[in-house]
Nanobody, 126 residues
C-alpha cells in the first residue's frame, strides 16, 4: 500500500499563488519501471479532473486549463511531489487530490491511478 498526504491548500485571492505538496509513504512504488505521480481536482457537482502528472522518466503532462500557470515537480529522495499554482483563478477552486499510478499509460485518467490522498481544499476568491 501507498499512503499519500496532501498539504498546502487554503484561501487565496485571484492572481495569487499556492504550492501543494504530497508526501508518499509505504510501498516503494518508485521501484516500478513505469509510474507517475499526479494531481487531480474536483469542484462541487463536477467529476474529478486531471490537472498534472510527472512520470518516472521526468516527463510532465498538464491539462490545457492550467498550462503556463501550474508546474509540477518531485523530490525523489523525499518521495514528494509538488504542484506550484500561479495566476490562480476562481475556477481553480476545488479539492485537489494527489495520486500514484503504476505501470504504463497516459496518466491523465482517474482509473489509471491506484492510490489517492484524502485531498486538500483550494479556494480562490474573486
Amino acid at each position: 500500500q501507498v499512503q499519500l498526504v496532501e498539504s498546502g491548500g487554503g484561501l487565496v485571492q485571484a492572481g495569487g499563488s499556492l504550492r501543494l505538496s504530497c508526501a508518499a509513504s509505504g510501498r516503494t512504488f518508485s521501484s516500478y519501471a513505469m509510474y507517475a505521480m499526479g494531481w487531480f481536482r474536483q469542484a462541487p457537482g463536477t467529476e474529478r479532473e486531471f490537472v498534472a502528472a510527472v512520470k518516472w522518466s521526468g516527463g510532465r503532462t498538464f491539462a490545457d486549463s492550467v498550462k503556463g500557470r501550474f508546474t509540477i515537480s518531485r523530490d525523489n529522495a523525499k518521495n514528494t511531489v509538488y504542484l506550484q499554482m500561479n495566476a490562480l483563478k476562481p475556477e481553480d477552486t476545488a479539492v485537489y487530490y494527489c495520486a500514484v499510478a503504476m505501470g504504463s499509460g497516459t496518466y491523465t485518467l482517474v482509473y489509471q491511478y491506484a492510490y489517492w490522498g484524502p485531498g486538500t481544499q483550494v479556494t480562490v476568491s474573486s
